[in-house]
């Protein structure tokens, strides 16, 4: 099974940047699809980025478009999001979740979720 840990969540303020990481492991590949969520208090989990296996396809939400960028490293089997010009709006659990099934996204979002990392918390305040 994949195990997937997120890190590089904080307090930020508004314009700011972070940087999240999904570090993978579990498998001897890296041949799946990498997906970053996001959940806000009293809101549904929503995706916000996806990319494919090999990297060379990214897709994001429109909400994040611009703002944020999303690489991997597969010899690392690392995925990072780069996340820009923070809004209060971005505060949320950010969540990786991989689709071992698949190595393309459906948009900016997984096709079936196989497995979740615990989440790490941003927080964007002015």
């Known amino acids: 099974q994949l195990q997937l840990v997120e890190s590089g969540g904080g307090l930020v303020q508004p314009g700011g940047s972070l940087r999240l990481s999904c570090a993978a492991s579990g498998f001897t590949s890296a041949l799946y699809a990498i997906g970053w969520f996001r959940q806000a208090p009293g809101k549904e989990r929503e995706g916000v980025s996806c990319?494919?296996?090999?990297?060379?396809?990214?897709n994001y939400a429109d909400s994040v478009k611009g703002r944020f960028t999303i690489w991997r490293d597969n010899y690392k089997k690392t995925v990072y999001l780069q996340m820009n010009s923070l809004k209060v709006e971005d505060t949320a659990v950010y969540y990786c979740?991989?689709?071992?099934?698949?190595?393309?996204?459906?948009?900016?979002?997984?096709?079936?979720?196989?497995?979740w990392g615990q989440g790490t918390q941003v927080t964007v305040v002015s």
């Open positions: 979740a991989a689709d071992v099934s698949h190595y393309y996204c459906s948009g900016y979002e997984l096709l079936s979720p196989s497995d």
């Open positions: 990319i494919n296996s090999s990297g060379g396809s990214q």
